[in-house]
């Protein structure tokens, strides 16, 4: 399951990720991740460390603390 889902995580990386796909150039906005690592590389990060659905609920809950506003940029799973 972690293999499958890390898998999917990668392929939107590639392809559909604002800072890394294939398609970042539909985007209106450059390099749009305020973070390190980005949401998805955190994903990964917490699904390989904590399982995958500890990992899945941290990487949804990060997405829901990225904004623009945030103050806190580097972050560890």
Not at 29 to 58: D, F, N
């Amino acid at each position: 399951m972690k293999t499958i889902l890390k898998f999917l995580i990668t392929l939107y990386q590639h392809i559909f990720s604002p800072d890394t796909g294939l398609l970042r150039g539909l985007y209106l906005v450059r390099g749009a991740c305020v973070m390190y690592p980005s949401c998805s590389e955190y994903m990964k990060i917490a699904i390989e460390k904590h399982g995958a659905v500890k990992g899945i609920w941290l990487g949804i809950l990060r997405i829901c603390r990225c904004h623009p506003l945030q103050k806190n940029l580097i972050d560890v799973p």
